[in-house]
């Protein structure tokens, strides 16, 4: 499989995205999300990664729908890669998973509430592929470095906010610069930050109208990465569709997040 990612991925203080829907639902939608954010890449001169997940094994009810299936979900990955260039991540949710993700997609994610998942770790480590931790909305950021040294320096730590309460999360800003000691890149998972899990009778609810504000300050804040969850009609979603952002209007916001991160690195650290 040809290298779609720039080494390193964070070079230069250059903001880079990680965007796609939360759930494979059909080639169809991948391939139409995939062939905006391709352009969109091109345009604004943005490494742009595609997020889809071919099983979601932490629903909150049964009946939720979880995915294609690894098999199925891996050849339509495949196929998006090939026809839109783009790099590609997926989440893995057992450490037999990770091999044979590997061959198809350039990051391998692991979920938050698997971020302490000692063989999970070190199987994605294995694979030499980028490695997305999912910050646990129960960890204080500085005990990622734990998780990092199971999987190695090839990593991303991803802030995705801290249960308060009951269906409520928070972003404590201060865990970007925290897990950035740590001497890895940063992402911020705008749109997960705004879930309420378990909020609407069985599923997740969320306010996808904080995300883009959100994102502002992780950005002025100094993240290295955002992530976004879209979808072309986020009511329609079959997972996190209320926390999910409209894809034209991700595509309209990138610019203007490159534009803030410049500005951001001009000024005396």
């Not at 995915?67 to 991540?89: C, F, N, Q, W, Y």
Request: charged share 25%; aromatic share 6%; hydrophobic share 40%.
């Amino acid at each position: 499989m040809p290298n779609r990612l720039p080494t390193p991925l964070a070079a230069q203080g250059r903001l880079f995205f990680i965007a796609g829907p939360c759930v494979i639902e059909s080639e169809d939608i991948c391939l139409r999300i995939a062939d905006e954010l391709a352009v969109c890449a091109e345009k604004a001169g943005a490494t742009m990664v595609f997020k889809a997940s071919y099983d979601k094994a932490n629903r909150t009810s049964q009946s939720s729908y979880r995915g294609p299936g690894m098999d199925k979900g891996l050849r339509i990955l495949e196929t998006v890669g090939a026809k839109s260039g783009l790099p590609l991540l997926t989440d893995i949710h057992h450490p037999s998973e990770a091999r044979v993700a590997a061959q198809v997609v350039d990051i391998i994610q692991v979920p938050a509430f698997l971020c302490r998942q000692t063989d999970l770790l070190l199987a994605a480590g294995k694979t030499g592929k980028y490695v997305n931790i999912k910050k646990g909305q129960f960890m204080a950021p500085q005990d990622m470095r734990y998780a990092i040294e199971k999987t190695g320096d090839k990593c991303l730590a991803t802030e995705r906010g801290t249960s308060f309460g009951y269906n409520r999360l928070v972003v404590d800003f201060t865990g970007i610069h925290i897990m950035k000691e740590l001497g890895i890149p940063v992402v911020f998972d705008a749109t997960h930050s705004v879930q309420a899990p378990g909020g609407e009778q069985g599923r997740s609810g969320g306010n996808r109208e904080l995300a883009i504000p959100l994102a502002r300050a992780a950005v002025c804040n100094r993240a290295d990465g955002l992530f976004f969850e879209i979808h072309p009609d986020p009511a329609a979603a079959l997972c996190d569709g209320p926390n999910s952002l409209r894809v034209d209007e991700f595509v309209e916001n990138v610019p203007r997040f490159l534009e803030l991160c410049e500005k951001i690195a001009s000024w005396t650290p």
